[in-house]
């Protein structure tokens, strides 16, 4: 994929646009980290992780089950590589199964 050359600024200010605010940094959760191949990683529990991993030249959203593997944590088969698409997708649906899964529990009760 062909990298978009930067357009040389014409404009006669040194200071730059007068609006633009200090870029806020992200608020990270406490069990978010990256791993030494500096993928970010967020830990599920029960050697459960989410991983942004890049992969044939394409970013996906990896949840996977690892194993120990003589003291290293090994991805295992268990687990689902989303697209971007898939990842929008399913992030607009988590309101909906939050909302059946409550549902659930009241009727069960």
């Known amino acids: 994929m062909p990298k978009k050359s930067k357009r040389a600024d014409t404009s006669d200010s040194d200071s730059g646009p007068?609006?633009?605010?200090?870029?806020?940094?992200k608020v990270k959760s406490d069990n978010s980290f990256?791993?030494?191949d500096s993928e970010p990683t967020w830990d599920?529990?029960?050697n459960r992780f989410v991983k942004?991993?890049?992969f044939k030249g394409k970013v996906y959203v990896n949840i996977r089950e690892?194993?120990?593997?003589d003291g290293d944590l090994?991805?295992?088969?268990?687990g689902i590589m989303l697209t971007g698409e898939q990842w929008q997708r399913f992030k607009a649906s988590v309101n909906e199964i939050d909302e059946e899964q409550f549902m659930s529990c009241i009727l069960n009760m």
């Open 44 to 46: 599920l529990g029960k």
């Open 66 to 69: 690892f194993y120990n593997a």
């Open 34 to 36: 990256r791993t030494e």
């Open 18 to 25: 007068e609006d633009r605010e200090p870029i806020k940094k």
């Open 52 to 54: 942004i991993s890049d």
């Open 74 to 78: 090994r991805p295992g088969k268990k």
